[in-house]
């Protein structure tokens, strides 16, 4: 099993709001969380993946008729596209479109934890998408990310709402707020523009700058080094 899928690097852009809130908050949300599970389950080469409704309900923890919408949304704005099967219609199959050679990284434990992602409310949209215009600025090699609250709302999330939301991916464990030494007062403070993502991998080094091994951060680890 690999350590990470992926989704197009260009779906979170200044220009575009592809998830907007309102009558179609609860589609976005199917819509985003069914795009994680596809980039998650592609071939990485072919970007090509096939999954069936019910184990897109299963792997959401969306209903079968959000997901038909979620689905159709993404095909709308043009992020995935139904391909022909024929007479075989047991699993839809889907290519993932990537305008580009650059992708953005989604930490494989995600998968087993969407379908408990909650899926009614603006709060969880606008946490789906700065969780993904995190993943989209997170620094290479690292598990780190440094937004600030303008630098989201450039990207259409609502700072009205950016607290909670950033709430909610800390009590389901998506996110942390890192941490920096004050050496002033001699303690660690919590910095606000700077996010810690659970669940990448990470190259260890020890004193002589040698590389030691490469570990997948979990909470435990994440709470250790910051």
């Known amino acids: 099993m690999r350590d990470f899928g992926s989704i197009p690097y260009e779906l979170i852009t200044a220009q575009h709001n592809f998830f907007p809130a309102g009558r179609t908050t609860g589609i976005c949300i199917s819509a985003i969380k069914c795009l994680l ?5 592609c071939n990485f080469y072919s ?41 075989t219609n047991v699993k839809g199959k889907y290519l993932i479109n990537f305008p580009s050679k650059k992708f953005t990284q989604v930490p494989y434990e995600v998968f087993n934890k969407l379908r408990h992602f909650p899926n009614k409310g603006i709060v969880p949209l606008v946490a789906l998408k700065a969780y993904l215009v995190l993943l989209k600025f997170r620094i290479n090699n690292t598990a780190k990310a440094e937004v600030s609250y303008a630098g989201f709302s450039r990207y259409h999330i609502n700072q009205k709402h950016l607290g909670k939301a950033l709430a909610v991916l800390i009590s389901l464990q998506y996110i942390s707020i890192s941490t920096q030494y004050n050496e002033v007062d001699g303690v660690y403070v919590k910095s606000c523009n700077n996010y810690f993502l659970y669940y990448f991998s990470m190259t260890t080094f020890n004193k002589d700058s040698h590389k030691v091994k490469d570990i997948a951060l979990s909470d435990e680890i994440a709470h250790s080094l910051y």
Do not use: A, D
Request: net charge positive; hydrophobic share 40%.
């Open 47 to 87: 970007k090509e993946v096939s999954l069936s409704l019910s184990e897109l309900e299963e792997y959401t923890g969306c209903s079968k008729p959000m997901i038909i919408k979620g689905i159709n949304h993404l095909i709308v704005i043009g992020v995935i596209t139904k391909l022909n099967q024929g007479k």
């Open 37 to 41: 599970i596809l980039g998650l389950r």
